[in-house]
C-alpha cells in the first residue's frame, strides 16, 4: 500500500484526536472507526489492519509502522505523544499539521498545472493552424494563380516538415508526457522536478517560504507537544525537501550547540529575518515560541497563496496576448497577400 496522503492523514489524525480528548482508547476508537458507515472499504481496511496491530499488546507508533502506510514524521510524533501521555494533543496538533501540508501542496500543483495547461492548448492552436488552416489558404491561392511565400511561405513549409516527420513528433510528444507523468506521480521525480524550478527566481522564493511555513509549522507542533527545540529541530528537518533550507538548519543546530539563543540562531542562520524574526524574539523571550512560530506560519501561507495568485494573475494575460499574436501573425501573412491578388484582379 502507498503512503496516505495529507488529506487522509489530517482526517485520521483529526478523528483519533476526537476519540482520545473524549476519554475513549486507541482501540476502541478504531472500533469506532471502523463501524462508521461512511468510511470506505478501503479505510475499513486500514482501520482493521492497525486494531489488529494494536491487539496484539504494542504501542499505537507501532500499529502505524506495521501497517506502512504513515510517514515517519507522524509516526515517531505519535510514539512521543504516547511515551509522554500527550497523544490527544500530538493527534490534533499533527492534524492542523497535515491540513497545512495539503494547502502547501495544492499551491504547488495550482503555480504549475494552469500555465502547462495553457501553453499546450496555445501549442495546439497553432498545430491546428499549420496542418489544417494554412493548407486551405495554399489551395486558394494556386487556383488564383500564386504562390505563398515569405512568412506565409515559411509556415506552410513548417507544416509540411510536421506532416512528414508526424510520427517522430508524436515520439517527443509521448516521451513528454511520460516525463511529466514520472514527475507529478513519483516521489522521485517530484524532488527532481522540484529541484530543477527551484533554480528559477519566482519559485526558488515560492519553496523557501514553502520550507519556512513547513518548518515553523513543524516546529510549533513539537513546541507544543512539550519537547525542546533541538529535539524538534531534529523532528522537523524530516520533513524539509529544499536541500538549501536543510543547510541553514544545520547552521541553526551548530549555532545552538554553541550556546546561540534559539531566537538568535534562527537569525543567524538565514531561517528567519526582518519582521519574523523579531517575532520570534519576542515569543522566545515570553515563552510562547510556539504560538509564534504558528504565526509565522501562517504569514507564510498567505505569502505563497498571494504570490501564486499574483504569478497567475501575470500569466494569463500574457498567454492570451501570446496566443492572440501567433493567430493574428499567421493570420496577417494570408490575409494582406490574398487580398493584394484579389484586389487586382
Known sequence: MKTLGNSELSYFCGQMALILKAGISSIEGLYMMEDDTEASPAEKKLYTSIREELDKGGYLYEALEAVEVFPSYMTHMVRIGEETGTLDNVMDSLARHYNREEEIRQSIRQAVTYPIVMSFMILIVIFVLLLEVMPVFQQVFRQLGAEMTGFAGALVNAGDVIRQYSMVFVVVLAVILVIAIICTRTEGGK???????????????????????????????????????????????????????????????????DGAPFDEALKESNILSGVQARMMSIGNRTGSSDVVMEQISDINQKKIDSSINSALGTIEPVLIILLSVVIGAILMSVMFPLLGIVSSI
Open 191 to 257: 524532488k527532481a522536478a522540484l529541484g530543477l524550478l527551484s533554480k528559477l527566481g519566482f519559485f526558488k522564493k515560492l519553496r523557501n517560504d514553502i520550507s519556512t511555513s513547513r518548518f515553523a509549522d513543524g516546529l510549533a507542533l513539537a513546541l507544543r507537544s512539550g519537547f525542546s527545540t533541538d529535539f524538534g529541530i531534529d523532528m522537523v528537518s524530516e520533513i524539509i525537501e529544499d536541500r538549501d533550507f536543510s543547510a541553514k538548519i544545520s547552521v541553526c543546530k551548530e549555532k545552538l550547540e
